[in-house]
């Protein structure tokens, strides 16, 4: 059935399952987890319950009716969307306004309409005043799903009014299983972007790129050399950034892939220095990063890891990318004379 493709979030599911046994349903819910773990294909599989023309089970959608179709496809009439544009960073309030009035209409078919807003991190003050008189007054049978990474980012009028479902990152097993479902065969391949994928399957599939692999390379050479040439390598980190397109989320997605990488290798560089076994590693890159560890000594790659951390935080927080990328590059030591 239509849950079955829904990997590693039980918790979630039976949370809504027991709800809506219960008669206990909310009419908004903010899911909240990190990124490519599955919470909008969630919100999407729970929508095509609820508009299922044939539901097998309770909350289970058939996945062969018209309904089940027209979800998948997003052209469900009483299926409502509203994300973030590609070129923007937050809601606009136009936007919201839109979403509003569309959920306020009766349902075309049956008693249900959906709303899933995809970007709840993106609400402004605007679009949140906005949206305060749907979500505390949903029109009969609207359903309100709000999509976010974590309630830290989210507006108290929000956060107070709607019901958290709280979503975990994605084991090692599950994401190995959705990269050999999207095609990875090579299992060396798959653990190593399970493990790199930090429980989210969009970053593990993200990894499978070699252009990604060629820009790690160049960085932690340069960075790791006796005199990094900072400007080219701060414009290929930029460029790499960049080339993932217009949509912030996309580029941000590589900023952090790029710290994960300096984060890896500044940990390896620690465990050389104290003769520990780096399994997996190349030779070659292993005797540079002992090279470099000798050379700048373990206060200063703690600094640097603590710096890194620091650095996708902000990133997750929608710091301007080249302050980022300019911010590491800053701290990473310069051989003197």
Same mark, same amino acid.
């Given at each position: 059935m239509s849950w079955d493709r829904i990997r590693g979030q039980d918790g979630p599911r039976n949370t809504f399952f027991t709800a809506h046994e219960a008669g206990r349903l909310a009419h908004s819910y903010l899911l909240v987890g990190p990124e490519g773990i599955g919470k909008r294909l969630f919100a999407r599989e729970l929508a095509k319950a609820f508009l299922c023309e044939r539901p097998p089970a309770k909350l289970t959608a058939c996945d062969r009716?018209?309904?089940?179709?027209?979800?998948? /496809?997003?052209?469900?009439?009483?299926?409502?969307?509203?994300?973030?544009? /590609?070129?923007?960073?937050?809601?606009?309030?136009?936007?919201?306004? +839109?979403?509003?009035?569309?959920?306020?209409?009766?349902?075309?078919?049956?008693?249900?309409?959906?709303?899933?807003? +995809?970007?709840?991190?993106?609400?402004?003050?605007?679009?949140?005043?906005?949206?305060?008189?749907?979500?505390? +007054?949903?029109?009969? !049978?609207?359903?309100?799903?709000?999509?976010?990474?974590?309630?830290?980012?989210?507006?108290?009028?929000?956060l107070s009014r709607c019901q958290v479902v709280r979503f975990a990152p994605l084991t090692p097993p599950d994401l190995k299983a959705i990269l050999e479902a999207q095609g990875i065969e090579d299992a060396q391949k798959r653990?190593?972007?399970?493990?790199? !994928?930090? !429980?989210? /399957?969009?970053? /593990?599939?993200?990894?499978?790129?070699?252009?990604?692999?060629?820009?790690?390379?160049?960085?932690?050479? !340069?960075?790791?050399?006796?005199?990094?040439?900072?400007?080219?390598?701060?414009?290929?980190?930029?460029?790499?950034?960049?080339?993932?397109?217009?949509?912030t989320a996309a580029q941000r997605m590589r900023a952090s892939l790029v710290l994960q990488f300096l984060i890896e290798a500044v940990q390896h560089a620690l465990k050389l220095s104290l003769s520990a076994t780096v399994p997996d590693i190349d030779a070659t890159e292993a005797d540079r990063l002992k090279a470099f560890a000798d050379r700048v000594g373990t206060d200063t790659l703690m600094e640097l890891l603590d710096k890194f951390v620091e650095a996708d935080f902000y990133v997750e927080r929608r710091v301007q990318l080249i302050l980022v990328v300019e911010s590491v590059l800053a701290k990473f030591p310069r051989e003197k004379g």
């Open positions: 009716c018209p309904a089940c179709a027209q979800v998948e /496809a997003s052209t469900h009439p009483d299926l409502l969307f509203l994300r973030t544009p /590609a070129d923007k960073h937050e809601l606009p309030v136009e936007d919201m306004r +839109e979403f509003c009035a569309q959920v306020a209409l009766k349902p075309t078919r049956g008693s249900r309409k959906i709303g899933i807003i +995809e970007d709840a991190d993106d609400f402004n003050a605007s679009s949140a005043n906005s949206f305060l008189k749907t979500l505390e +007054e949903p029109p009969p !049978g609207a359903l309100l799903l709000l999509i976010a990474t974590t309630t830290d980012r989210q507006l108290a009028t929000i653990d190593r972007l399970a493990r790199l !994928g930090n !429980g989210s /399957a969009s970053r /593990a599939l993200a990894l499978d790129d070699d252009s990604i692999w060629q820009v790690r390379q160049k960085l932690i050479d !340069g960075l790791t050399s006796p005199r990094p040439q900072f400007q080219p390598l701060a414009e290929t980190w930029s460029k790499f950034n960049e080339d993932a397109g217009k949509e």
